[in-house]
C-alpha cells in the first residue's frame, strides 16, 4: 500500500526584498563575468593571430602566410619612377613616344611638303642641316614655322637642334664657331668659350636651340675625325670641351656633347660606315672618356658613339649596350641627363637590321632620344616600332616614361616656350667631386 507523504511547502519569499536584492545582484554579476570571458577570449584569439597569422583560421580573403606571399608575388611592383617620369606618364603614350624622337626632313620652307610632313606628330625635336639652309633669313622663317606649329596645336615646345661642330662640319656654312681643329691648334680656352657663346648667341637668334656639339673624341694622327676633334692630348681636349660647354651653357644653348665612350681612335667615321674601336677599356678610360668625366655633371646632353668597342663583345655599337650607357654613363660617371642617339641609320651599319629595331634596342640599352633622318616611312616605321614594341610588353613602359621624362625636364631646365628663344638656365652646381686624375681634380 502507497503511502503518500505531505508535500513540504515552498517558502515564499515574495516579502522578503532582501532576498530579491541579491537575486538581481547574482543575476547582473553572472551576465558580467560571461562578457569579461567573451572579451578575454577576442583579445587572446587577436593576438594569437598577429603572433602567429599561419596557425589560426584563415581570414575571409586572408589566408596563410604563404599564401599571402604566393598572392603579393603576383602583384604589380611598386613602381620606383622618378617624379619627372611620372609626370610624363600622365600623357598619352603615343605623345611620350613622339618625344623620344629627333628627325631630319627634307625642305627649306614652311610650305615645302617635307616641312609640312615633319609637323604631322608632335616630335620631340628636329635636327637641321645644309638641305634645310641657304641663308639666316630664310634659316629663321623654317625655325619660326617649326614654333608656330607646336604652339597652335598646343603641344610642347620642339627641340631645334643643329650639327654645328665648326668649319666644314657644321650644318649652316659660314655662321659660327671656327672648326674645333682650328681651335685646338690655338691651344687657348678661352678662344674655345668665346666660340662657343659666338655660336650660341647666333644660332639662338635664329630659333635653334640646341647645337649638336662640342665633339669630345680624343683624335688620332691621321684618324677618321682628326679634322672634327680640338686634338690627339686627353687632357687638352677635356679643357677644350669644358670650355666650349661652359660657353653654351652660360647663354642658355643646350649643348650635346659627342661621341661617348669616344670615337677618336675609331677605324673609320662612325656617321657613315661600320666602324670599330680596338682599345681595352682601361685605355678607354684613360684617354678617351677623360674629356667626358671632366663635363658629365655639367652638360645637359651626350650623344653615343655608333662605333663597335673591343672593351665590350667589338660587335654591337655603344648606343645599343646597356652596359655603356646604364653602367659606364650613368653609374659610373654618375650622368643624369638625356642620353641621345647619333643617326640611327649609320646604327644599322654595324648591326644590318632596320632603323626600327635599332629604335627599340636603343631605348631599352638607355637611350632617351632617338635621332632618325631621312625618308618619312623611315621615321614613322621606328615610331610604330617603338608603339608595338610597348604593347607586346617587349619594352617597358617605366622605361618610355623615363626618358620622355629626361626629354621634357631637359625643355623646363632650358625654359624652351613655342613663342620665345630660350633664356639661359641656372648654372647647375656640380652634384659631385672631381675625378682623381682629370682634368681639375686637386691633387
Known amino acids: 500500500m502507497r503511502v503518500r507523504l ?32 567573451v572579451a578575454l ?9 598577429l603572433l602567429s597569422p599561419s596557425d589560426g583560421p584563415q581570414r575571409r580573403g586572408g589566408g596563410s602566410t604563404q599564401a599571402r606571399t604566393q ?5 604589380k611592383p611598386r613602381s620606383r619612377l622618378s617624379p619627372q617620369a611620372r609626370a610624363a606618364a600622365r600623357l598619352p603614350l603615343h605623345t611620350q613616344v613622339a618625344q623620344l624622337f629627333m628627325i631630319g626632313f627634307s625642305g627649306a620652307q614652311p610650305n615645302d611638303p617635307g616641312v609640312k610632313r615633319a609637323l604631322q606628330r608632335p616630335w620631340g625635336g628636329f635636327v637641321l642641316d645644309s638641305g634645310n639652309y641657304s641663308d639666316p633669313t630664310q634659316l629663321a622663317a623654317l625655325t619660326g614655322s617649326l614654333l608656330a606649329a607646336a604652339s597652335t596645336s598646343h603641344r610642347q ?29 690655338n691651344g687657348q680656352s678661352s678662344l674655345a668659350r668665346s666660340e662657343a657663346l659666338r655660336a650660341a648667341r647666333k644660332l639662338q637668334s635664329l630659333g635653334v636651340n640646341m647645337t649638336l656639339a662640342p665633339v669630345a673624341d680624343v683624335g688620332t694622327p691621321g684618324g677618321a675625325l682628326e679634322a672634327r676633334v ?8 677635356a679643357r677644350m670641351v669644358s670650355a666650349a660647354a661652359a660657353g653654351y651653357q652660360s647663354q642658355g644653348m643646350i649643348a650635346a656633347v659627342g661621341h661617348f665612350p669616344g670615337s677618336g681612335a675609331a677605324t673609320q667615321d662612325p656617321d657613315v660606315a661600320q666602324a670599330s674601336v680596338g682599345l681595352t677599356l682601361p685605355d678607354l678610360m684613360a684617354r678617351d672618356i677623360r674629356p667626358f668625366m671632366a663635363i658629365a655633371d655639367r652638360v645637359p646632353v651626350v650623344v653615343m658613339s655608333n662605333a663597335a668597342y673591343a672593351a665590350y663583345d667589338g660587335v654591337t655599337p655603344a648606343v645599343l649596350l646597356p652596359k655603356v650607357i646604364e653602367g659606364l654613363l650613368r653609374k659610373r660617371l654618375k650622368f643624369a641627363g638625356v642620353v641621345m642617339s647619333d643617326d640611327l641609320a649609320a646604327t644599322t651599319a654595324a648591326t644590318g637590321g632596320s632603323v626600327s629595331t635599332a629604335a627599340v634596342a636603343a ?44 626629354v621634357l625636364a631637359l625643355k623646363r631646365r632650358y625654359r624652351l616656350s613655342s613663342n ?24
Open 6 to 37: 505531505p508535500r513540504r511547502r515552498r517558502e515564499s519569499h515574495d516579502d522578503d526584498p532582501w532576498h530579491d536584492i541579491v537575486r538581481r545582484y547574482r543575476r547582473r554579476r553572472a551576465i558580467g563575468i560571461g562578457a569579461l570571458c
Open 41 to 49: 577570449a577576442l583579445i587572446g584569439f587577436g593576438i594569437a593571430r
Open 71 to 75: 598572392r603579393a608575388g603576383k602583384q
Open 157 to 185: 615646345p620642339p627641340l631645334i637642334a643643329a650639327a654645328q661642330e665648326g668649319g666644314g662640319a657644321s650644318a649652316f656654312a659660314g655662321l659660327p664657331p671656327r672648326s674645333q681643329q682650328r681651335i685646338g691648334t
Open 230 to 237: 680640338f686634338g690627339d692630348e686627353s687632357s687638352a681636349v
Open 363 to 406: 631605348v631599352r640599352a638607355g637611350t632617351d632620344l632617338l635621332y632618325v633622318r631621312g625618308a618619312v616611312a623611315t621615321r614613322e616605321a621606328a615610331y610604330a616600332a617603338i608603339l608595338q614594341a610597348l604593347r607586346q610588353g617587349k619594352l617597358s613602359r617605366d622605361r618610355v616614361a623615363e626618358a620622355a621624362g629626361r
Open 420 to 443: 620665345k628663344p630660350p633664356k639661359p638656365p641656372p648654372t647647375p652646381t656640380p652634384t659631385r667631386p672631381a675625378t682623381p686624375g682629370a682634368p681639375g681634380a686637386k691633387p
